[in-house]
């Protein structure tokens, strides 16, 4: 028998139990949706993973930040510094001095140094706890933030240790509603300073509200509020960023050697990248130098890893739906049995009852696979929507591969789970079939 006919008449009993069909390609539709939304949620967490790094500068950025000294190595190490730093330990050798000797280096373009705290700050009967971001000059030309109005603090100002801040967005309007706050005097502990400008509105990255914070010189934050030497971080803008890697190595020796940290080996004929290597052992450095790229890097396995994970526990719905395939196809075989038997009495051969079968649960498969596409795409676009409106940098993308993936999978259970029903089928006895009638 040809392949039309066989098609034809497949497709007829599916139309003729269109409850019992449509039950079936539910568990699919379900399975398939699922699919679609994980991809779709990966690509859209990448996104806004990959804004939010670039957020602190882009791929010509270097940043250098402190790390517990650990006993372990690679990733174990990593964990072990932060989990010291949430328990309290404090690192206190990152200094301003690491900072302009890094500034010499022949490759940096320039750079800022960052501490944060929380403090109350006052203005008037307003009182607000803010976090107050102590940073160089600087940084108004390396990061993202723009003045909206009035001016950042100089270099000149930072050195001298002034007593100037500039508002966020959103505390400026906690502190001064409508009213203009340039020149007016806010207290930070029980030290004045005076307003000089105001950040144009940013928003959050990773988790930190940029509108909410109070910019300070670093140098007048150290000294008259908090009582320190050192800071939390660095970030470093370089010239050419073909030889970032050889740059970051370059920071790297800078500091270890300003740190007192166990000396390397240095050979005036070989490269600094071949220097690196040298730099095996890293568990005693009380700092971590990463450039931009090498987080995107990062970050691009971590979602892929958090994808392959979703996907493993979608897998079990899309299972889930091939043995409702399974039940339903093995009723319909004991529903027809006369059917069958009939066929085969008036000559259809094991192919043709196989094949038949087999186009049935693989219709099924196919057609549940595009209605869960469909509806897929549709639940991602609102988690999308629903993202942007909260103010978050989701792209709304299908890609390609996750309709790859689901049409496949929607035929692949439809063969794998239709097999034994069609084949129980195809080897029925035409008399023992008819007799069933």
Same mark, same amino acid.
Do not use: C
């Given at each position: ?18 409850? &019992? %069909?449509?039950? %079936? ?57 932060? %989990? ?20 010499? !280096? ?29 940073? $160089?000059?600087?940084? @108004? ?12 603090? %100089? ?12 508002? #966020? ?12 706050? !340039? #020149? ?16 144009? =509105? ?13 910019? /300070?010189? /670093? ?21 050419? +960023? ?10 790297? *020796?800078?500091? &270890?050697?300003?740190?007192? !940290? ?7 004929? @070989? ?17 971590? *130098? ?16 958090? +994808? !392959? ?21 093995? *009723?319909?075989?004991?529903?027809? +049995?006369?059917?069958? #038997? ?19 649960? /693989? ?13 897929? $795409? ?18 709304? @993308? ?9 049409? #496949? ?27 069933? =009638?």
């Amino acid at each position: 028998m040809k392949l039309a006919p066989i098609f034809k008449i497949s497709l007829t009993s599916l139309k003729n139990n269109k409850v &019992r %069909t449509s039950l %079936t390609v539910l568990g699919i539709v379900i399975g398939i949706a699922s699919v679609i939304v994980v991809f779709s949620a990966g690509e859209g967490i990448s996104s806004l993973i990959v804004g939010q790094i670039e957020s602190f500068g882009g791929s010509d950025m270097i940043e250098t930040e402190i790390k517990v000294p650990s006993t372990k190595k690679g990733s174990a190490g990593d964990t072990q510094s932060a %989990t010291a730093m949430v328990q309290g330990v404090q690192i206190t050798t990152l200094s301003l001095e690491d900072m302009e000797d890094i500034n010499k !280096l022949s490759n940096v373009k320039e750079s800022y140094a960052g501490i944060m705290g929380q403090e109350q700050v006052n203005y008037g009967s307003e009182t607000k706890k803010a976090m107050i971001m102590g940073v $160089s000059a600087s940084f @108004v030309d390396m990061d993202d933030s723009e003045i909206d109005y009035g001016n950042f603090f %100089t270099d000149a100002e930072d050195k001298s240790l002034s007593k100037v801040v500039v508002l #966020g967005y959103k505390m400026k309007e906690k502190l001064f509603g409508n009213s203009d706050p !340039l #020149g007016k005097f806010i207290k930070i502990r029980k030290t004045k300073f005076r307003v000089i400008g105001v950040m144009k =509105e940013r928003g959050a990255v990773m988790t930190m509200d940029f509108d909410d914070m109070v910019y /300070v010189p /670093v140098r007048t934050l150290q000294k008259r509020v908090m009582g320190i030497d050192h800071v939390l971080y660095m970030m470093h803008r370089v010239y050419d +960023t073909t030889i970032i890697k050889e740059t970051a190595e370059d920071i790297r *020796v800078v500091i &270890r050697e300003n740190h007192d !940290l166990d000396s390397i080996p240095i050979d005036p004929k @070989v490269s600094v990248v071949t220097i690196g290597e040298y730099m095996t052992d890293t568990s005693k450095d009380d700092f971590r *130098v990463v450039t931009m790229t090498e987080s995107l890097e990062i970050m691009s396995v971590v979602t892929g890893a958090i +994808t !392959l994970l979703l996907l493993a526990i979608v897998a079990v719905s899309l299972v889930v739906g091939g043995v409702g395939i399974l039940n339903i196809m093995y *009723v319909v075989v004991t529903e027809r +049995t006369a059917e069958i #038997g009939l066929r085969k009495a008036v000559g259809a051969k094991y192919a043709d009852i196989m094949i038949q079968f087999l186009i049935e649960a /693989v219709l099924i498969t196919i057609v549940g696979g595009v209605v869960g596409i469909i509806i897929g $795409s549709l639940l991602s676009a609102v988690i999308a929507f629903g993202a942007n409106s909260y103010g978050l940098e989701w792209d709304f @993308v299908i890609p390609f591969k996750s309709i790859v993936v689901a049409l #496949g999978f929607s035929a692949f259970f439809g063969l794998v789970f239709g097999i034994y029903p069609a084949r129980k089928a195809a080897r029925m006895d035409p008399i023992a079939a008819l007799r069933n =009638e």
